[in-house]
């Protein structure tokens, strides 16, 4: 197989077994994840990409499809009996059109070069998720990744206009392209946009940008309790404004962030709503202020950033919000359940007793304005029997999330963390459909199998 595997994909792109790099992904820290393989293969370009797929379809070799790995339900975690396809070396831009507010990448280009790239032509590519130095553009629409500034601009489904991607047995498809609209036929390019490489493996995607905001301002507000915190988020939007963010930080976050906080936090304070305003210099000025407003109502203090530096100041403290919280005792196991908006104070307490129930200690942040919680529940690492008191605590999470109306993931996938799962969200209908589509896309079950089930 590994003869076979270099003739096809390139003597130095093959690699026996899965290394370190390869065999797990951010699941690794949270819940050990890791798994093994009997090879990796790094093909250089994706004609390359299509000739391994059409070889394992044909030899009945399951294929892993890998992005950066930073995923956090172990969709990119091998099985034994797998090939790991990682996409790292199609690192290219096809094409960048900065006058059509477009650009072509590779999959394997990483999302901070895509967000780097557009900034220097004056374009905005609005998808943020955590870990953009390491995730791919491939793995961002694997997942269809969000990110706090998917409140005004939408996940990444939304920035894709087309997509090149190898699927069953090992033949090219392409949807949409450089076109902006496209209603032609169904949604192909929705359905592989979240589909954790249970579909096919993405080789390129066609993107589009808006002109970059002029400037940013963000407004922090400091509650007594998340019932105040909630009522804030709700007077934001009745306010009528849209900011570009609505995040939120609950007590145990706070208590574990505020030290490091760029600005006094006031005694007292157990919740923490932060609000982005972005646009054109005047837009900016008179946003923030109306965010100001909305968000004063209740507060015991608001803060307010208008400058580079205390912006800057702010997105790093709100980056180590995650590190923060695994280092209160040493690990945790992570959730990103969504709610409507108007049911998070009530998802929030229901996060919290469930936590209590199962003797867990548990804190949340998260998007506040797409009620998208990040639920963690604490333990020390190795503590096996609180590991499995979380995911016994996750299911009832879950279960919680639909239960008021909500998904039981928002952001990070199914993967394997989730496996089992999909019925108490879908439904007998929706479950047979989507056993339906995977039949019809992958009908030897070959693309990431155990996944996204
Ligand atoms: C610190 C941190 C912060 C994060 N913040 C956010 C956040 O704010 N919002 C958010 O949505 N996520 C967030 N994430 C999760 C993660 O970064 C995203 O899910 C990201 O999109 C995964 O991209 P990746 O390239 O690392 O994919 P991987 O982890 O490599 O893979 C993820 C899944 O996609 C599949 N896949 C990868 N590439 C391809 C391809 N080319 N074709 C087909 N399938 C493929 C894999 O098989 C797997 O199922 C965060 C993660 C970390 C570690």
Not at 160 to 175: D, F, I
Not at 255 to 271: H, I, L
Not at 328 to 340: E, F
Request: hydrophobic content about 45%; charged content about 20%; some cysteine.
């Amino acid at each position: 197989m590994i003869a076979q595997l270099r003739r096809i994909a390139g003597d130095d792109a093959v690699i026996e077994g899965a290394p370190a790099p390869y065999a797990s992904d951010a699941t690794q820290e949270t819940l050990g994840l890791r798994g093994s393989a009997r090879a990796t293969v790094r093909p250089p370009d994706a004609e390359r990409v299509r000739r391994v797929v059409a070889w394992c379809y044909d030899h009945d070799v399951p294929i892993v499809p890998r992005g950066g790995g930073t995923g956090f339900a172990g969709g990119a975690v091998p099985s034994e009996d797998a090939v790991v396809l990682s996409l790292e070396r199609l690192d290219r831009f096809r094409e960048l059109e900065p006058a059509a507010w477009r650009a072509h990448v590779e999959a394997g280009v990483s999302t901070a070069t895509v967000t780097r790239r557009a900034r220097e032509s004056g374009l905005l590519f609005p998808p943020n998720p955590g870990a953009a130095e390491q995730s791919q553009i491939g793995g961002n629409v694997a997942t269809n990744a969000g990110g706090p500034r998917a409140f005004k601009y939408g996940v990444t489904r939304r920035w894709v206009t087309g997509l090149e991607a190898v699927v069953a047995p090992g033949e090219v498809l392409r949807t949409g392209g450089a076109v902006r609209k496209d209603v032609t036929g169904y949604d192909l390019t929705g359905l592989l946009c979240g589909s954790e490489g249970t579909l096919g493996v993405v080789t390129s995607v066609w993107l589009r940008f808006v002109p970059l905001p002029e400037r940013s301002a963000q407004v922090a507000g400091f509650y007594e309790s998340a019932a105040d915190g909630c009522a804030a988020i709700a007077a934001v939007f009745a306010s009528g404004g849209q900011p570009a963010a609505l995040e939120y930080v609950d007590a145990g976050a706070l208590a574990a962030t505020a030290a490091a906080f760029p600005a006094a936090v006031p005694a007292g304070a157990r919740f923490l709503v932060l609000a982005e305003a972005d646009g054109r210099d005047a837009e900016v000025a008179s946003d923030a202020a109306e965010l100001g407003e909305a968000l004063a109502a209740g507060a015991l203090l608001t803060h307010v950033a208008t400058t580079r530096g205390d912006l800057d100041a702010l997105a790093r403290w709100r980056e180590g919000v995650s590190g923060a919280v695994t280092g209160l005792l040493g690990a945790k196991v992570s959730d990103d359940v969504a709610v409507p908006v108007e049911r998070l104070a009530e998802m929030l307490e229901r996060a919290d007793a469930i936590g209590a129930r199962h003797g867990l200690r548990t804190c949340s942040w998260g998007h506040a304005g797409d009620g998208n919680l990040h639920v963690s529940f604490l333990l020390p690492p190795g503590d096996l029997p609180l590991r499995a008191a979380a995911m016994r605590a996750s299911h009832e999470l879950h279960a919680a999330a639909v239960e008021l109306g909500g998904a039981i993931s928002g952001e990070h996938g199914i993967g394997s963390v989730k496996r089992g799962e999909l019925g108490l969200q879908l439904g007998d209908v929706g479950l047979r459909l989507h056993a339906a589509v995977k039949q019809a896309l992958d009908p030897k079950g070959l693309f990431n199998p155990g996944k996204k089930q």
